[in-house]
Every structure is written in C-alpha cells, then in structure tokens.
DNA sequence: TCATGAAATTTCATACTTGAAATAATGCGC
DNA sequence: GCGCATTATTTCAAGTATGAAATTTCATGA
C-alpha cells in the first residue's frame, strides 16, 4: 500500500522533497515485497514473515529468545509467537528452555530448517539481485549508507 | 518484518551491495510506518491503510473505482473492500453507481472524509519531514530518482 | 519469607492482507 | 438473441499484525 501523493506542501516547500522520496521508499519496497511473496509461495510454498524469522535464527545458531526475534525483526510480540507456532508445527524451529529460567524459550532452527533456509536464501539472494539489478553496486552503497545513516538518528539504537 | 543479513554471497561477490541495500530499505520503511501507525493511532484515531487508501482518493475527486484503487495502492482486491467498508461506514467515504454499468461502484471521500484527511495529511507531510530531516532536499530528490528507475526497469509499467 | 513489582511470553480482539473462488453484469461473436 | 469469455467486485479461509490484558516466573527489599 502507497500513501498517495498530497496537496500542496504545508509548511512551504520545505519537506516536497522528502515526501516524495518517502512515497516512492514505500511503492519500492511494497513492490519488491509482493514479487518475493509471490516468488517464495510459488517455488518454496512458504512466505516472508517465515523466511524473515527463519534468517534471523540463522545468524543465531545458539537461538534467540522471543523477545529478541520480536525487537530485531521489529514486529510485535504476539505476532512473532504465531510465526514460531507454525514453524515449529512444520518442524523448521524448535524452542527449548533456558536453564535457571522458565519464562524464557529459546528459539532456534532445526537441521531441517537450516537445510531449507540455505536453499530458500540462495534463490533469495539472486531474486534481489535481479530486482535492484539496474542500481550499481556504487549506487546501492552509498543508498544504503544514507537509510543507515538517517535511521540511526531518529530512532534510539544504531 | 526484516531479512535478516544472509551467509556468504552465492554468486560471488556480486548483489552483495543491493542485498544489503534491500535490507536497509525495507528496514527503514517498516520503522517509518511503525511509528507512522502509532502517531495515526494515538493522534487521530485512524490506521495506515485507512489513510492511504483517503491519500488517493483526495487526488481524484471524481472518485476511483475498487480495481482502481487496488491497483494503485499495489494491494489485492478484497483487501480494499474491507477497507472502504470501514471507511464508509464512518461516513468518510461514499459508493455510487455508474451510469450504465451495474458491476462497478465508484468510490469517493465524503464531505466529512474530505475535512478529515486535510487535517491528517498535514500532521502526515510534518511528520515524514521529521524522519527523513537528516537527509538533505538533495539527496532526497536523488534518491527518489533512483527508485523511480529502478522500479520502472523490472516492472511492466512506468 | 513473602509481597510486590518487573520481565518474558502467550492470549485475545480487531484489523489488515493475500489469493482463490464465487457472484454478478457486460459485451462480443455468431 | 444466445452463449460465453471477460470484467468488476465481494466473499472466504488462512495467515500476518498490532496493542493490551492475562499468565507465569523471577528478583528484590522489607
């Protein structure tokens, strides 16, 4: 979903600019979110929230606990402990205690789901490729040290 | 929801950088929306999808057809319909018939709608000012370039 | 020790989202 | 006119998403 371009600029034409780069971040990535949706439902039968907890977790063979996959993957609790349901469910994720605490379960992938990962990651890596293929690799720098960049100064963490 | 940073690149170095600028990108749109959807929330009472889906009807106030909406919002079909229900049964949106073709229904904003998005489009243009304000006008135009291109390039239409 | 507050997670209600199937109306070829 | 693909929209099931409330466990100070 796209906000709309909006009526004349409020606060004189200070921000156009802005607002436009924002409208066009957002139709950039809802786009190549759709085509990697599709692309991961068609030839993996799986979806992006999976294949995203499924990467954070790979970064992590020690596991993560709910509360770190919910702040790195900035979703919402709730939300993270239904993608872990179903994952477990299809024997991709397993969660386990941590010694001395029982509020905690740590979550990590199974060999089954690392072996998927790697096979869904490979085509992942290429499909973007493809999609961002006509941005240099000069270009694709120093865009994503400027998000870096802007990021880090209105959010808390770097 | 991120990706999180992949293993090593499959295809030799190459895509590296646009893998990683597809990271960046998608992170700073989901933290944009994030706190875009809680300020909606708490400042006016409305959601994200509500405001897109007012963005574009405000640009045409002869009003849009459901398909059209759709499609330019990139979002599928139902979901607009559940939206402009919502919408509708707040009375910030109204359906017509066309003259002569009982399947379509002609979508616009109402009075109401209108008065609304107005006072909400401009705390929106303030507040995407505020997140992006560390990137200059310069760089944001640049930028905005180059995702209109890049977009155009491995999708059907311009 | 024991109350009590903090932390980790799940549950819940609601809303959003998709893609596919169903419904309904149009228009075209014959 | 009739059949039939096409078009426009809604309905539906499943999954994703949020924020708040509930649950369980931990930790700490009186």
């Known amino acids: 979903m796209v906000s709309a ?3 004349s ?24 979110e759709s085509e990697l949706r599709d692309r991961l439902k068609t030839e993996f039968n799986t979806t992006l929230p ?17 509360s770190d996959l919910s702040r790195f993957l900035l979703v919402s609790n709730g939300n993270v402990t239904g993608i872990v349901d179903r994952l ?3 024997g991709l994720v397993a969660r386990a205690q941590r010694e001395g ?18 096979k869904i990651a490979s085509a992942h890596e290429i499909w973007i490729g493809e ?7 000069d270009d694709a720098r120093r865009l994503a040290s400027m998000l870096k960049s802007f990021r880090s100064n209105w959010e808390g963490e770097p």
């Open 9 to 32: 600029p409020v606060i004189g034409n200070v921000g156009k600019d802005r607002l436009r780069l924002w409208i066009r971040l957002l139709r950039a990535s809802r786009t190549i």
């Open 5 to 7: 371009p909006l009526f």
């Open 50 to 66: 999976r294949f995203d907890v499924m990467a954070a977790l790979f970064r992590k063979p020690e596991g993560m606990l709910m």
């Open 131 to 137: 999609f961002l293929g006509n941005v240099s690799e």
């Open 88 to 90: 477990v469910s299809d």
């Open 101 to 118: 605490d029982r509020r905690t379960s740590i979550v990590r992938l199974t060999e089954a789901g690392e072996a998927t990962f790697r």
